[in-house]
């Protein structure tokens, strides 16, 4: 296997979908980073954990289409060129 664009892409892809696959209530608030957890007051500075789950919610909302396009696209270009 050459390490390709294609395979960065790849890996992207693949990153991005497990991000979008997370569940708070069920994976996440067993570690501590559920719903409830990481919520500063205004004006506080949000931590690193607060970031990251914005992060994750923000994955989870505006990626959902266009990943089902984009791994729609990737498994048609895997069937045509192996």
């Known amino acids: 296997m050459a390490f390709t664009l294609y395979s960065l892409i790849q890996t992207a892809i693949l990153c991005t979908n497990a991000i979008a696959v ?3 209530e069920r994976f996440l608030s067993k570690f501590g980073w559920g719903v409830d957890h990481g919520v500063g007051g205004f004006g506080d500075d949000p ?4 970031q990251i789950l914005t992060l994750i919610r923000s ?3 505006v990626m959902r289409v266009p990943l089902i396009i984009v791994n729609s696209a990737c498994i048609v270009l895997l069937l045509l060129f192996g």
């Not at 931590?47 to 607060?50: H, L, P, T, V």
């Open 47 to 50: 931590g690193i954990k607060a």
């Open 59 to 61: 994955v989870r909302t």
């Open 22 to 24: 997370l569940h708070e």
